[in-house]
């Protein structure tokens, strides 16, 4: 079975260029977040700005839109590296082992 | 599986007999178009872990020294980052347009794109390489002595591990950029010799994801990088 999906270049190169002028958008938004708005929280929203355009990306560049079994994939995969976050985070948070630690300052 | 010696590329159905004698067409790879690309999705969640947890130590460090990751991060050029991410947003772009020209059957049209991209990958390394060098000038780069604790140069603590995982995160990310401009060469190659067509792009719909993903880990190496001391670094 071959690719013979037949594209009519004119018609769809226009959702391309959306895309990447909401990209521009959002990269912009990036720069002027930590001087304009909430400042107080600047690792937050970048990392929400970020998350955002990667959907974007993963939605229309990537094409995974209307993909179900390769979607579900991917949430897999996402689920389990938060999972995994979470968990080490819970555990740094609750860090006993600074005195023989190498990844805490000796001073510590 | 059958080849033509003449035009290997061309896709010649092995036909299996079953125990009736029926024949059957046996579906071969060269024209699984959505194994392919499933199979290149399994491929990139494995690269999608190996940062992720790359990403789970930064936090970890983060966390654990959080005044000095934002301190070394205002140090950072963000002007040169910023470059870079347009610079890959567009190649992108690029990336995407030479797809959908090759889909349309503009062959011509896909090779210029896919130049582009790689132009810009360069672009992209050239610019990254002058940041890094704008580093080892100013004493910051793996194995001077300000990255290594325990003497007089020494850096904070929190401020060596931050600057221990931007040289090694940015340059695995450089390293996938170098792969990348190998894939379109050898893309390239593939379309010249008509291995690659309008009806049998599977290879350039592939190399486009991957591209797709280098872009997609840099949206948060940018940020976890040279963004989050964009507020002002506190010293003291």
């Known amino acids: 079975m071959a690719n013979h999906t037949t594209v009519d270049y004119k018609a769809e190169k226009g959702g391309y260029y959306k895309v990447l002028f909401g990209l521009l958008a959002l990269t912009a938004l990036t720069?002027?977040?930590p001087s304009m708005f909430l400042?107080?929280?600047?690792f937050g929203m970048q990392m929400l700005i970020g998350t955002v355009k990667a959907w974007i990306i993963l939605m229309y560049y990537m094409h995974l839109k209307g993909e179900v079994l390769i979607g579900w994939t991917v949430i897999f995969a996402v689920f389990l590296v938060v999972f995994f976050f979470a968990i080490v985070m819970i555990d740094v948070n609750n860090f006993q082992f600074?005195?023989?630690s190498h990844i805490t300052s000796p001073a510590q | 599986m059958a080849h033509d010696s003449h035009d290997s590329h061309e896709y010649i159905p092995e036909i299996a007999v079953d125990r009736n004698g029926k024949e059957h067409v046996v579906q071969?790879?060269?024209g699984d178009t959505y194994g392919g690309k499933l199979g290149?999705?399994?491929f990139m969640l494995t690269e999608v872990m190996m940062f992720g947890s790359m990403f789970m130590v930064l936090s970890y460090?983060?966390?654990l020294h959080h005044q000095d990751f934002i301190n070394a991060s205002a140090g950072l050029d963000r002007v040169l980052g910023g470059i870079n991410t347009v610079v890959l947003l567009i190649s992108a772009l690029t990336m995407g347009l030479g797809l959908l020209r090759m889909r349309s059957g503009d062959v011509k049209g896909a090779k210029l794109m896919i130049w582009a991209t790689m132009l810009l990958a360069l672009i992209f390394l050239g610019v990254k390489a002058v940041e890094w060098t704008n580093d080892y000038k100013e004493g910051i780069f793996l194995g001077l002595q300000a990255l290594q604790s325990g003497n007089e140069h020494s850096l904070p603590f929190g401020e060596i591990l931050y600057f221990?995982?931007?040289f090694t995160m940015t340059g695995l990310h450089g390293f996938h950029i170098i792969i990348g401009i190998g894939l379109m060469l050898w893309l390239l190659k593939r379309i010249n010799s008509g291995k690659v067509t309008p009806e049998h792009n599977i290879l350039h719909f592939?190399?486009?994801l991957y591209w797709d993903l280098v872009h997609l880990i840099w949206v948060f190496v940018f940020p976890y990088f040279y963004m989050i001391g964009a507020g002002g670094a506190i010293h003291g």
Do not use: E, K, S
């Open chain 1, 31 to 33: 720069f002027i977040q």
């Open chain 1, 39 to 42: 400042t107080h929280y600047t």
């Open chain 1, 98 to 100: 600074a005195d023989v």
């Open chain 2, 28 to 30: 071969g790879w060269q």
């Open chain 2, 40 to 42: 290149f999705w399994l």
């Open chain 2, 61 to 63: 460090y983060f966390t």
């Open chain 2, 164 to 166: 221990g995982m931007y």
């Open chain 2, 206 to 208: 592939n190399i486009a």
